[in-house]
């Protein structure tokens, strides 16, 4: 069984910058789209970004655009560097296949201050 784990999150200041990460236990990325979600509080959970398997071909929520970029260091890790960090940032973030097939992880929660 699937086991994601983030990490990375923190507290950063209005335009800072935070890399969160991803590993997998159980099994790899090997043939998998993966992507970063976020969930703030009383909000449902939302598309941050994700990358390809083949090519690594990246796509990115309009929010994150230019700020935010996605990669997979290997077959068991992807990351998220996060930069010009707003208050609006503010959530949990996971990662999980593009379309969110396997089980969540506890996420790991990025708090911005203005």
Known sequence: QVQLVE??????????????SCAASGRTFSG??????????????????????????????????????ISRDNAKNIGLQMNSLKPEDTAIYYCNTQGGRWEW????QVTVSS
């Open 7 to 20: 990490s990375g999150g923190g507290l950063v200041q209005a335009g800072g910058s935070l890399r969160l």
């Open 32 to 69: 998998w789209n993966m992507g970063w979600f976020c969930q703030a509080p009383g909000k449902e959970r939302e598309f941050v970004a994700a990358i390809s398997w083949i090519g690594g071909s990246t796509g990115y929520a309009d929010s994150v655009k230019g700020r935010f970029t």
């Open 105 to 108: 992880g506890q996420g790991t």
